[in-house]
């Protein structure tokens, strides 16, 4: 948890052992003990205006502290303070709606609803009524904190881990493309067993449950007798078999009829593998998928952390902070998927922090969901126009915050995903790996450590291409990028630079232990054996490593990289060379050019 301002009385950083019981009570009864002090500022704010005077300032203040009171009491279930609270806010937006005009009567006004806030306050260890704070429960069973058993979480019973080991039935009336699909899904770990008959698929399910289908929609027998076979197969199961329909059909009656019977993907003729790729993973993985990172924004510490507590029970990473001022730098080392904020901040609005945000590059498309007890629709769009991706009102129930934050979240995911990767290989496309190596090289000149960056190219492709076809060299890019991203360490990253070239961004090795790495990547990848039309052949690549410091900077160390791939090239391929100081290119003279030019 960030460090936040405050006084001793600040709650603890959420321990994670607690249980959701535990910290909502925690949360609630810190909101309590600081009611007083809370009110006691109030008082001393109503004190100092005066009236006929004009004092945006201490209203638009008060304003702020009556609007966060009424949005945390109505969430930690007194809703008789909430609505006290939200009378004093309304005394307010009058006044700052009349030009900032205190009148005579408002003070007096404020003073009673205070009296009345203090009563409150000295009753507020009463029972919560549930009535009150309908959603202040979590729904459903309380999620338990770590796995019942050594499998994974979303693991499906006697799913095995090991790719090698997951079967895989294709079906299709083709038996060519079945044949070469089979393969090159063989070429990437699976078990695939070739059907091209929709009678000896349902026999063979009979007889030994795969990890999924990959099925065809049209069949001699109907139109649509995939989705028809994978109903009936489905009629009765406990467990329904992951199903992806290939069709050369991209009609919308054919994509109904794959949703109607349960197919989970959907991919069209001519198959690009790399999709159907991505497709068997995620159905197959036993492994639980990357949780959602929030960073929830809220000058009321009780309520930023309560939101935050929820979320972390529903499997999400979230870190609570109520300083603004504090959101930037936090974004630079958590890689927030989604920011909830509050719209009514004493030093930064929510308005004024999601312009912030947007004027920043790596911010524009982060998605933004104010929560805020603002019920008027008008002020609400006016805080959507800014850049803002949804509204939530004060109280919230746990479910619908969960469901909002996730879905908002993943669907973000994804156009990020497709932005920012390679159509063919699925690895990161140009743009993003160069910048992934600009932050990379900021974090190591920052925190001193290692780093380097190596640039791959496959030997002779241009003879594959000519020799075999496109096709096939597709085939061993997508061979040589799977390679990369299962042999790698997940901290690695690896992208497409163009072509037939690779680039990867090795964090805290050493250049030695980077030659090391790759070297063993460059020996295991040749020894993969690729087919075409009853051809067999075998593939290399070559390499050039530069490290950080030598290289201090991105483009220097890109530019390195290439000059020592270039020595790979002309000492004979199939080779990794490390840059040295020499691969440094010249100082540009007065007149603009380099000497060696």
Not at 406 to 434: P, Q, Y
Request: contains cysteine.
């Amino acid at each position: 948890m960030v460090a936040e301002r405050g006084n001793a009385s600040t709650p603890a950083a959420p321990n994670k052992a607690e249980s959701f019981q535990v910290r909502k009570a925690r949360l609630r009864a810190s909101f309590v003990s600081q009611l007083p002090g809370r009110l006691a500022d109030a008082r001393r704010a109503v004190a100092e205006l005066h009236p006929g005077e004009i004092d945006h300032a201490r209203l638009d203040a008060l304003y702020v502290l009556f609007h966060t009171l009424k949005g945390s009491g109505a969430t930690f279930g007194f809703r008789q303070i909430s609505d006290t609270a939200e009378s004093a806010e309304q005394a307010m937006r009058r006044a700052m709606d009349s030009g900032g005009w205190v009148e005579a009567a408002l003070p007096t006004e404020l003073a009673r609803l205070m009296d009345d806030l203090d009563a409150l306050a000295l009753a507020a260890d009463v029972q919560v009524d549930p009535d009150v704070a309908p959603g202040f429960e979590l729904p459903g069973p309380e999620p338990q904190l770590e796995p019942t058993s050594g499998q994974a979480p979303d693991a499906r019973p006697g799913q095995p881990a090991d790719r090698s080991q997951r079967m895989v039935y294709l079906c299709d009336d083709d038996p060519d493309l079945a044949a070469q699909l089979a393969g090159q899904l063989g070429c990437f770990g699976y078990r695939v067993r070739a059907f091209t008959n929709l009678a000896d698929l349902r026999e063979a399910v009979g007889i030994e449950r795969p990890s999924a289908m990959i099925l065809d929609v049209v069949f001699p027998e109907d139109e649509n007798a995939g989705p028809k076979m994978l109903a009936e197969i489905r009629t009765g199961e406990e467990e329904a078999i992951p199903c992806i329909f290939i069709s050369c059909r991209d009609d919308f009656g054919g994509r109904l009829q794959a949703v109607r019977a349960g197919g989970s993907a959907y991919c069209t003729k001519p198959i690009k593998t790399v999709e159907l790729l991505e497709f068997l993973d995620r159905l197959t993985n036993p492994h639980p998928p990357e949780p959602i990172n929030v960073l929830v924004v809220d000058d009321d510490r009780e309520l930023a952390q309560f939101h935050a507590a929820v979320l972390e029970e529903a499997g999400m990473v979230a870190k609570a902070v109520s300083d603004p001022e504090q959101v930037l730098g936090l974004l630079d080392t958590f890689d927030a998927d989604l920011v909830l904020m509050d719209m009514y901040m004493p030093d930064c609005s929510g308005p004024e922090l999601s312009r912030i945000l947007r004027q920043i590059p790596g911010h524009v498309s982060l998605p933004i969901i104010y929560v805020s007890s603002e019920t008027d629709v008008e002020r609400q769009h006016k805080a959507l126009a800014v850049g803002a991706d949804g509204f939530l009102t004060k109280p919230i129930e746990p479910a619908r915050l969960i469901a909002e934050v996730g879905l908002r979240a993943e669907r973000m995911r994804i156009l990020h995903s497709l932005m920012v990767r390679d159509g063919l290989t699925g690895l990161f496309n140009h743009n993003a790996i160069m910048q992934f190596l600009e932050v990379a090289a900021a974090n190591a000149r920052r925190a001193g450590t290692s780093l380097c960056f190596a640039m791959l190219d496959v030997d002779h492709f241009k003879s594959v291409n000519d020799t075999y076809g496109h096709p096939t060299g597709d085939q061993v890019l997508m061979a040589l990028s799977r390679t990369l991203r299962l042999r790698l360490r997940e901290d690695d990253l690896v992208g497409r630079y163009g072509g037939e070239e690779f680039a990867v961004v090795l964090s805290g090795v050493s250049v030695e232990r980077a030659k090391r790495i790759l070297d063993a990547l460059r020996t295991s990848f040749s020894n993969v054996t690729f087919f075409s039309d009853g051809q067999e052949f075998r593939c290399t690549f070559s390499v050039g490593v530069a490290d950080f410091p030598t290289f201090d900077s991105p483009d220097a160390m890109t530019e390195a990289a290439d000059r020592a791939l270039y020595r790979a090239k002309k000492g004979g391929r199939n080779r990794v060379e490390i840059a040295t100081v020499q691969d440094r290119l010249p100082e540009p003279d007065s007149t603009g050019t380099s000497d060696g030019s």
